[in-house]
């Protein structure tokens, strides 16, 4: 089956060299540059707050490992967690959900981007702005001011809200007093409603969505699953055999290498050259070889096949009177005569396959000589047992499904049968010897035909119906270009509607036909579901209110005057808003909110990922910054970790 618009996965890209850490610092002129961090659950972006390129971003992933060759611990980040399949497994992230929990994972992440930034001295000497979520846990902001005062002895911490700050990046032209709109942040695990009105948030009516991109991609792997139950789980093809034999060599010779140091070597470095090839002992690397020996010898034996001659054995015995043997000598005579008879055996069977590969080469011949001499006469004798066969095979099952159905004809037939069997066996007055009143049941094979009649059979073997059908499918699909995939009793015997076809194309023939179609996802009706989820969570098993009853109930608590200002701008950001046609469904969630001709505009970010970072950065480099927001290390000491100062674009430092 043709599919349009196949999208490939992408591979997860590693890096191809190692980053410069100590790059294009200058102490100097970096003096008093803030450092902007978007501390996202997916990726981490940072940067200093005047680099014209924009921020690095690296996916926030730590992984801590023991490396099982060389016994040394490994910390990787980012990029490079994809490198080894052990670093995978160990891979954690800062955040669980919403909240930022693993700090160790926090620390590695903070440690890698002063390195990259080439910060070389004891201190960071550097303000830093930092995005966290909105009404973030005063847990989670402690201690992340602990370890930015405590570890790294920054001046001053700016804490921000990510969806705030991409507005205000979006409105950069506008007056501060002059902002308002609606926020609708996506994140990775939540979404936010932030009103805001003369350039400050409402934090007493902003309302959060417990459902965001991750919930999203669990939901759509649901709904894949249900879907396709057998999909591969690895896209992993059998090796051909002589690749295989081959590969089993190479090992075999490696290991016979590795066994020839042990000679040359001590003990203590030949046991290092064992570890350092992942082989725990020498009784391992003995295992290893004998196990590849056994098995090149046996793939050896297969390869040959029946091409390979076989040696008459002799059997002297056979022909010396017992008489003139021993004890010995007899049991090694009845011995040859059970080899003998198994010898024999074994010709006999390979004269017979001989012929049948000899007859089945001539009808094979014959056939394409048929079928080169008048091909349409060939392939109309096929077709027409073709659907001879499928025929039957449907009359079976109508049969089967008639016997169900105790006063039909088929099942009277049945018992009708069956009274006559009972009454054709008379009871036995005495006992008789074997062999007398015998009626000769089962001389013939046709016999048995009575119990497939009973059991709703015709006669016949199901079994050697699909046989042949098997046959002329495939030399009908080899030589005739019109009989197709669809033409085939598997098509057609599964095959309900085209409806079915085109929201299942996993029960398809053709599909299972094709290999290359095995290890592909066909997404139709998923493509709106999983959107749709955010404005019904109970479609993905949150229970919680949808996206459109939330702005519902916060354009409601404001006044008209309020709720037109708020739908002049209603803006989206974040990874998830871009999705494809969301702008379009919010608008059709407001409108019938506000009074008709009212002024509505859903604007989405020019780069949702990015704008929070690049809104931070404007910030850090304009006149306000260290005016509003930052805590210094003096107000850290002196209030605590948890402490915060309300500004414009950060949380509240009061109970909402």
């Keep these: 089956m043709e599919v349009d618009n196949v999208f490939h996965l992408p591979e997860p890209q590693t890096p191809e060299q190692p980053i410069n850490f100590n790059a294009e610092y200058d102490h100097d002129g970096l003096a008093n540059c803030p450092i902007v961090i978007d501390n996202g659950s997916t990726f981490l972006r940072y940067g200093w707050a005047n680099q014209p390129q924009g921020p690095y971003v690296a996916p926030n992933l730590v992984a801590k490992f023991r490396d099982k060759k060389s016994n040394r611990p490994v910390l990787l980040f980012g990029d490079a967690v994809d490198i080894d399949t052990q670093a995978r497994a160990a891979a954690k992230s800062p955040w669980e959900g919403d909240h930022l929990n693993n700090y160790e994972a926090l620390e ?61 990046h979006h409105l950069s032209n506008t007056p501060l007093d002059a902002r308002d709109g609606l926020v609708l942040s996506f994140n990775t695990a939540s979404t936010s409603v932030i009103p805001v009105l003369n350039g400050r948030a409402v934090y007493t009516k902003t309302k959060r969505l417990p459902f965001g991109g991750l919930q999203a991609s669990q939901y759509l792997v649901k709904l894949l699953q249900l879907k396709y139950p057998n999909f591969p789980a690895q896209s992993q093809l059998p090796l051909p055999q002589n690749a295989s034999l081959q590969q089993k060599e190479k090992d075999l010779e490696e290991l016979l290498s590795i066994r020839e140091w042990k000679d040359k070597e001590d003990e203590d470095a030949f046991a290092a050259r064992l570890i350092e090839a992942d082989i725990d002992s020498e009784k391992v690397l003995d295992d290893l070889i004998k196990k590849l020996e056994l098995d090149l010898k046996k793939a050896r034996k297969k390869d040959a096949g029946e091409d390979e001659s076989m040696e008459e054995p002799t059997f002297p015995l056979l022909d010396v009177p017992d008489e003139e043997l021993d004890d010995e000598g007899l049991k090694e005579k009845r011995r040859q005569r059970l080899n003998k008879s198994l010898y024999d055996a074994r010709v006999r069977s390979k004269e017979e396959k001989a012929k049948e590969k000899a007859a089945a080469e001539e009808e094979a011949r014959l056939e394409a000589l048929e079928r080169e001499t008048d091909f349409d006469k060939w392939s109309n004798k096929l077709r027409s047992e073709h659907e001879r066969i499928m025929t039957k095979m449907k009359d079976r099952e109508k049969r089967k499904v008639e016997l169900m159905d105790r006063k039909s004809a088929a099942s009277q037939n049945r018992m009708r049968s069956i009274a006559t069997l009972t009454t054709d066996q008379l009871p036995a007055r005495k006992r008789r010897k074997r062999g007398e009143d015998d009626d000769d049941f089962g001389m013939d094979d046709a016999d048995f035909d ?82 749709e989820a955010w404005f019904a969570p109970g479609m993905a098993g949150v229970d919680c209110a949808g996206l459109g009853e939330i702005i519902a109930n916060i354009l409601g608590s404001f006044s008209e005057h309020d709720r037109v200002r708020l739908a002049k701008n209603v803006f989206l950001t974040g990874g998830p808003s871009q999705i494809p046609f969301l702008s379009p469904r919010i608008l059709s969630t407001i409108q019938p909110l506000l009074p008709p001709h009212t002024d509505i505009s859903v604007q989405l970010a020019a780069n949702p990922q990015l704008d929070a970072w690049h809104g931070m950065a404007a910030f850090a480099r304009s006149p306000e910054f260290g005016t509003i927001g930052m805590i210094s290390k003096a107000d850290y000491e002196e209030y605590g970790g948890d402490r915060i100062r309300t500004w414009w674009g950060g949380n509240p430092n009061y109970p909402i």
């Design 450 to 531: 009575i119990y497939r009649e009973i059991g709703g059979g015709d006669g016949l073997s199901e079994e050697e119906d699909l046989s042949q059908l098997k046959s002329l499918e495939t030399r009908l699909l080899t030589h005739d270009p019109n009989f197709s995939m669809s033409n085939t009793y598997a098509s057609l015997s599964t095959r309900k509607s085209a409806l079915i076809r085109a929201f299942c194309p996993a029960q398809d023939p053709e599909m299972l036909q094709d290999m290359k179609s095995k290890y592909q996802l066909v997404l139709n009706v998923e493509r709106w579901k999983v959107p």
């Design 108 to 168: 590695a992440a903070l440690d890698f981007t002063f390195l990259h930034l080439g910060i070389d001295t004891p201190t960071v000497d550097h303000p830093v702005i930092m995005t966290e979520r909105l009404c973030s846990l005063s847990q989670s902001r402690s201690l992340v001011s602990e370890m930015m005062f405590e570890l790294y002895s920054v001046p001053g911490v700016t804490y921000a809200v990510d969806g705030l700050m991409s507005f205000a």
